[in-house]
Nanobody
Framework: QVQLVESGGGLVQPGGSLRLSCAASGGTVSTYGAAWFRQALGKEREILAG????????VFPDSVKGRFTISRDNAKNTVYLHMNNLRLDDTAIYYC????????????WGQGTQVTVSS
């Protein structure tokens, strides 16, 4: 059973940066599609960025393009979300998830890490 543990969240001022980590156990992260999501209070969950087994990446919402990137360290079996120039509306719980290739859904989820952007 694959388990995911996110870390790296916390309180940051507007304009600051954070790097979120998603460490996997029970499976090799590079054999899955991986993605980061977030859910703000009272809002629906949204996908932010994804990386496929080949290492191709994509960032989805216009609100984070140019500020967020996704990467993967195969040796550490970890996926990262690099967030720069954080804004107040980036405050949310951030989740990572893995998808078995060929499936249309995400099969494994982490517990989430809180990111709060506040002055």
């Amino acid at each position: 059973q694959v388990q995911l543990v996110e870390s790296g969240g916390g309180l940051v001022q507007p304009g600051g940066s954070l790097r979120l980590s998603c460490a996997a156990s029970g499976g090799t992260v590079s054999t899955y599609g991986a993605a980061w999501f977030r859910q703000a209070l009272g809002k629906e969950r949204e996908i932010l960025a994804g990386i496929n087994p080949s290492g191709d990446t994509a960032v989805f919402p216009d609100s984070v393009k140019g500020r967020f990137t996704i990467s993967r360290d195969n040796a550490k079996n970890t996926v990262y979300l690099h967030m720069n120039n954080l804004r107040l509306d980036d405050t949310a719980i951030y989740y990572c998830a893995l998808s078995i290739p060929g499936r249309g859904d995400y099969d494994y989820w982490g517990q989430g890490t809180q990111v709060t952007v506040s002055s």
